[in-house]
């Protein structure tokens, strides 16, 4: 079975520091990896994914991250952290089987940044 | 192009009673994904519908949980009796069969509340 581990539940960064949130997987077969963002009060929204092009995602408002096959990584990554970045941060993996590609997250992180 | 909407955004009711929570995907996504975060813990899949045919319901608690997707449009999930460890957000995504990597695009969630 598939699973995600999201190093700590809790991340915070001073506005303008580097922002980096830890992702592990396991799976099977080659997976499919995502991450998504929560903003307070709202649905989930993509950031970026991978599917077995590059192995640099980048993603959206200055997010990237890198597949690491021989760590099973998938680290979500910014240069400079703004405010609007404080949100809850999930990662996701998916198995190609069928016509279904149902998710596995772990469990979020939730980040905070400092004025 | 309208996103994936669900309703009610919340739902409070007492044990014991009935609750129906409804999802309208994005028009033209075959794949209608449930998925249920329970306080504390990570976000969990429910079930996978394509079209309006059930391809996974690996992810439903128990028999108290009923989902239908009628026509292949939007979908409903009924839980009937409604328990107390039923409380929690439970989140709609869609997703295009046959795209690579299959983005699923998540609706606001609704958050249900079982007193």
């Known amino acids: 079975a598939q699973s995600v581990t999201q190093l700590g539940s809790h991340v915070s960064v001073s506005e303008g520091a580097l922002v980096l949130l830890r992702c592990n997987y396991s799976s099977s077969v080659p997976p499919y990896l995502f991450w998504y963002v929560q903003y307070p009060n709202q649905g989930l929204q993509l950031l970026l994914k991978?599917?077995?092009?590059?192995?640099l995602v980048k993603g959206i408002n200055g997010f990237e991250a890198e597949f690491k096959k021989s760590e099973t990584s998938f680290h979500l990554t910014k240069p400079s952290a703004h405010m609007s970045d404080a949100a809850e941060y999930f990662c996701?993996?998916?198995?190609?089987?069928?016509?279904?590609?149902?998710?596995?997250f772990g469990k979020g992180t939730l980040l905070t940044v400092n004025p | 192009e309208a996103g994936v909407t669900q309703f009610p955004s919340h739902s409070v009711i007492e044990k014991g009673q009935t609750v129906t929570l409804r999802c309208d995907p994005i028009?033209?996504?075959?794949?209608l994904y449930w998925y249920r975060r329970v306080m504390g813990k990570e976000i969990k899949f429910l079930l996978h519908f394509v079209k309006e045919s059930k391809q996974d319901e690996s992810g439903m608690p128990n028999n108290r949980f009923l989902a239908e997707r009628t026509g292949g449009t939007y979908s409903t999930l009924k839980v009937q009796p409604a328990e107390l460890e039923d409380s929690g957000v439970y989140f709609c995504?869609?997703?295009?069969?046959?795209?690579?990597?299959?983005?699923?695009?998540f609706g606001p969630g609704t958050r249900l509340l079982v007193l």
């Open positions: 996701a993996v998916s198995k190609e089987g069928g016509s279904n590609y149902k998710l596995t």
């Open positions: 995504a869609s997703s295009q069969v046959g795209v690579s990597g299959e983005t699923q695009y």
């Open positions: 028009s033209g996504h075959d794949n």
């Open positions: 991978y599917t077995s092009a590059a192995t």
